[in-house]
Nanobody, 127 residues
């Protein structure tokens, strides 16, 4: 079983940084690809990033490339999202998710392919 809890959200100024964390209290964390998604008010949930099971590779939404970095610590059963140079397009509730990739693939970009979700953490950017 996977139980995900996000933390690290908050209010930051335009251009500032935040680091989100997502910890799993289950026993099979290393089996899963992990993803970060976000949902702003009135908008659909949007893929942000995904990282493979051992953290050796990741993929990103184009608009966050070069600003956001995802990483994971399998001993701590935690995945991170370092967000730098935040701008007014980034405020949302950020969710982490865990899923098993299709055979032959390491990453998951589609929300409906993730089985487990956290409850989210709110990120707000002030101008």
């Amino acid at each position: 079983q996977v139980h995900l809890v996000e933390s690290g959200g908050g209010l930051v100024q335009d251009g500032g940084s935040l680091r989100l964390s997502c910890q799993d209290s289950g026993r099979t964390f290393t089996s899963y690809a992990m993803g970060w998604f976000r949902q702003a008010p009135g908008k659909e949930r949007e893929f942000v990033s995904t990282i493979n099971w051992n953290g050796s590779s990741a993929e990103y939404l184009d608009s966050v490339k070069g600003r956001f970095t995802t990483s994971r610590d399998n001993e701590k059963k935690t995945v991170y999202l370092q967000m730098n140079n935040l701008n007014p397009d980034d405020p949302a509730v950020y969710y982490c998710a865990a899923g098993l990739p299709t055979y032959g693939f390491e990453h998951i970009r589609r929300a409906d392919e993730y089985r487990y979700w956290g409850k989210g953490t709110l990120v707000t950017v002030s101008s």
